[in-house]
Nanobody, 123 residues
Framework: QVQLVESGGGLVQAGGSLRLLCLASGRVFSSYTMAWFRQAPGKEREFVAG????????DYADSVKGRFTISRDNAKNTVYLQMDSLKPEDTAVYYC????????????????WGQGTQVTVSS
């Protein structure tokens, strides 16, 4: 059974940076597409960024493009989300997710989820 555990969230001022990590255990990590989603209070969970199993393909939501960078280290079973130039509207719980499909923005394509890590950006 796969487990995804996020870390790295916290409180940061607008314009600051955070780096989220997602450590995966279980089946071969490198065979799966990985992604980050986020959910703000009262809003739907939304796609943030995704990366293919060999890391060659990435995809970003328009709202984070140019500010966030997703990467992975298959040897460490870890996927990262580097978040720069953070804005108050980036405040949300960030979730790591795993999919057997190609890079996708569709929540239902992701069968495994972490418990989430809180990111709060103050103005």
């Amino acid at each position: 059974q796969v487990q995804l555990v996020e870390s790295g969230g916290g409180l940061v001022q607008a314009g600051g940076s955070l780096r989220l990590l997602c450590l995966a255990s279980g089946r071969v990590f490198s065979s799966y597409t990985m992604a980050w989603f986020r959910q703000a209070p009262g809003k739907e969970r939304e796609f943030v960024a995704g990366i293919s199993w060999i890391g060659g393909n990435t995809d970003y939501a328009d709202s984070v493009k140019g500010r966030f960078t997703i990467s992975r280290d298959n040897a460490k079973n870890t996927v990262y989300l580097q978040m720069d130039s953070l804005k108050p509207e980036d405040t949300a719980v960030y979730y790591c997710a795993r999919s057997v499909h190609a890079v996708s923005r569709t929540r239902s394509d992701f069968g495994s989820w972490g418990q989430g890590t809180q990111v709060t950006v103050s103005s």
